[in-house]
Structure formats: structure tokens, C-alpha cells
């Protein structure tokens, strides 16, 4: 299984980045798949999760409204839309793959201590 986040990059605040995780090995029928940011120092951050088979999705409170997860199974890539920029959504940010069950809420989220997919991380900074 493989997981490779893209598309970080430096932007003002206010502005849009748009970022893409490439999956394989695994059917995302079958996994929820979730992005997560971490700034040195400070404990990993769940910012959204989607459901790959019918494409439910939850965000966190910091980000909803600003931020849209989205899925394109016969490519098999997520991505995250971030809009609105602001200075506190610098971070590394990191996609990772749960198994999900029929009928189970998004599985890769913060609850959920026991994920071990991860992908490496892309870094965004809003700055001015």
C-alpha cells in the first residue's frame, strides 16, 4: 500500500492550494481515507476524512466551510481543496487509509488511534 500526498506549496492568506493524495495497493471501495496536518511541536491534527465508496465525508470544525475533500475512484486519488487561507492552516500535511465497513462512519479520523497507512507529508505555509 502506498500513499503519496502532493501539491503543498506557499500561499498568501486568503488564498487556495489544492492537494492530491495517489493511492494504491488497495481499493478505495473498501477504505474511508483522511488528511491530517501536523506542525513541529505540536500533536497531529485530523482535518478531514472521506468514505471512498460513496464519498460521505466530515471535517474537523477548524476547516469546514473553507475546506472540501474529494475522491475520484478510477484514479484512484483524494484530494483536499483549501480555500481561505489563513496564517494557523501552516502545516505538513499528511493522507492516510483506514479499512471501512459498510454502514461505519468515516474511519480515518482522529478517533481512530489504531491507523497505520500514512503517506509522507506535503508542506503548506500561508504566509504573507
Known amino acids: 500500500v502506498q500513499l503519496q500526498a502532493s501539491g503543498g506549496g506557499r500561499v498568501q492568506p486568503g488564498g487556495s492550494l489544492s492537494l492530491s493524495c495517489a493511492v494504491s495497493g488497495i481499493s478505495l471501495d473498501y477504505y474511508s481515507i483522511g488528511w491530517f496536518r501536523q506542525v513541529p511541536g505540536r500533536e497531529r491534527e485530523w482535518v478531514s476524512c472521506i468514505i471512498g465508496l460513496d464519498s460521505s465525508s466530515t471535517y474537523a470544525d477548524s476547516v469546514r466551510g473553507r475546506f472540501t475533500i474529494s475522491r475520484d475512484n478510477a484514479k484512484d486519488m483524494v484530494y483536499l481543496q483549501m480555500n481561505s487561507l489563513k496564517p494557523e492552516d501552516t502545516a505538513v500535511y499528511y493522507c492516510?487509509?483506514?479499512?471501512?465497513?459498510?454502514?461505519?462512519?468515516?474511519?480515518?479520523?482522529?478517533?481512530?488511534?489504531?491507523?497505520?497507512?500514512w503517506g509522507q507529508g506535503t508542506q503548506v505555509t500561508v504566509s504573507s
Open positions: 492516510a487509509a483506514e479499512e471501512w465497513v459498510l454502514g461505519a462512519p468515516c474511519s480515518a479520523t482522529g478517533g481512530n488511534p489504531n491507523i497505520h497507512m
